[in-house]
Each structure stands twice: as C-alpha cells, then as structure tokens.
C-alpha cells in the first residue's frame, strides 16, 4: 500500500478553489474590489475593469491541473493579477501593461549555453512542443509584502534543465530576461540599472520539484506584464527571483551576479527565500496583503513550502538565505 504524506500546501479536493471560480470572468469581476494604495516600493494599485487579453495567436488549449498543488486561501481574482506587475524594463510603477503589451511576443527565441552537452537556441514553441505543459495552483508572495495566488501553467524547470545536458560540473543556473537587442522597452534607456536582468539558482534548487517555468495563467497564455511567454516562478522564494520573459539559460560552476544583489545585496541578496522573521532593513516582512481583498495574513516561512526546500539549504546556515 501506497502511504502518501501530506504536503505543507495541500488542501483535500473538495477544499481547493474549483476552475470555474477563476476562468469565470464575469464572477471574477463581481468579486474583485479597488486594490489599495501601494507600498513603499511601488506604484498605486488598481484593478483593471477586465482582465487583458492573451497574445494574438497565440494557442489557448489549457492543459490539465496537477492535483499535488492546492491551495490555502482564494486564487486572486485574474484582474488584479494581470494589472498589478513588477517590470521594470517596461516602468517602475505596477501599471505596466499598456507598455508590456506592445513587446511582439513571436517570434522569441531561447538561448541555452554555458556549462552544456552543446549550446542551442530554439524557438519558444518548438520548446513547448518537447515539454509536458501543466497547470499548478502557487502562492506568490513579493518582497514588498503583497502577495497572490495564482493558476500557473507551464512545466517544471527541472525538465528544462534536463533537456540542455548541462556538463556534471554545472553547479548553477543563471537565467537572463530580454535585453535591447530583442526589445528596447522603456525602462532599458534608465542606465543605473545593471541590465540585463538575470537571476541564479543552484542546481539542486534548479531541479527541485517546485521550481516551474510558466507560460501561461488562468487557462490563457501569458500576457507580457506577467513576464510572456517564458517566465520562472519560485513560489518559496521573493517575486524578484522568478525572473520574466527569458531569453538564455546558461550553465555556470560560479555563483551568477544576480540583478538586484548587484544593485543592493543588503536588501536583495542571491538566496531570497521567504521569512517572515527576517524584516527587510525597510518594512516588516511578518504579514502580506492578499491582492483583491486587501487582506493581511501572516507569512510562512518558505512561503508555506518548508518541507519541500528547507533540505535545500542545510549546511547553509552562516548563508543570508532569508534576505
């Protein structure tokens, strides 16, 4: 017999959010307030009156829902979700979809090299193509201390990382967003910004069961603002890490120079794992306020995937892995 232990996220079935709740529009809009005034790191908030379309073309076939991932609070509605963002290649306040949406998301191209069997570069859809597309229900939570739970669809980075060979001497994996040279969004002409924007993991984090590569939300593609049409999502980790619209994976032996550590490491460091003890030097990071509902909540500590990860990180102690 089979003994399976219950995950840290999981709810019993009849407890998670049913798909006709958030694919709904109508209900959803009925159901999402005015989102309040933003945070000491952001713009206004707002809710768009309905949610932004999906890229023209693009394919609309959502994929079956992975029953592993639950939830334990309301998936936020989609409207507060697609209209909130964090960009800033296309602006630093959080209304940057009328800017993201004007980036052609096809054709889009991915470069895997470095530390690798062989370099390649493929096209997004041919990539899709060779990859086993789900939908997962996560927890997201940002550093400024909003937080949401979303309907990603994509499929585990760990999938990826085994499609580019990467050499048994790979110890991390450096992950890079658009530059000028595929798109020049507005925020890329701001030159005391380290661009490109790129973000690192381990590889033991890189293949970790959570670690996830989304392309889609809500049952539709991925819209530009939420990083379309390649985006990684880290759910125990700060939205900083789950880097947007990715254009090379590379394979490293040396820790990456990550975007934010480059600009702040006392405020943004590499590991960026959730905690609700460790206050960020300009706000408590103790609770988060729940996109669409306003509503403060305590934080959990690996945003409520301790189980999952803590291993990932033992003999890491003296490491700022909370920061």
Known sequence: MLIRTKRDWELPESAATPESVYINRRALMAG????????????????ADAPVGAPAGAPVAAPARNPAYTLDRPVTPEAAATSYNNFYEFGTSKDVVTAAQKMPLRPWTLRIDGMVEKPLTLG?????KAMPVEERLYRHRCVEAWAMAVPWMGFPLAKLVAFAKPLSSAT?????????????????RQPFYPWPYVEG???AEATNDLAFISTGLYGKPLQGQNGAPLRLTL???????????????SFTDKKPKTFWALLNADEYGF?????????????????????????????????????????????????????
């Not at 759910?235 to 947007?244: D, H, I, N, T």
């Open 235 to 249: 759910p125990w980790k700060y939205g900083f890490k789950s880097v947007k619209s990715i254009v090379r994976i």
């Open 271 to 323: 590991w960026a794992n959730v905690n609700p003890a460790v206050p960020h030097p300009r706000w408590s990071q103790a609770h988060e306020r729940l996109l669409g509902s306003n509503e403060s909540v305590p934080t959990q500590i690996f945003n409520g995937y301790g189980a999952q990860v803590a291993g990932l990180y033992k003999g890491l102690e003296k490491e700022a892995l909370f920061m």
């Open 172 to 188: 991390y994996v450096e992950l890079q967003t658009f530059g000028r040279d595929t798109y020049a969004a507005p925020g890329l």
């Open 32 to 47: 999402a307030g005015a989102i309040a005034g933003g945070l000491a790191l952001g713009g206004a908030a707002r809710a």
């Open 201 to 203: 993991l381990t590889m």
């Open 124 to 128: 997004v859809d041919d990539l899709l």
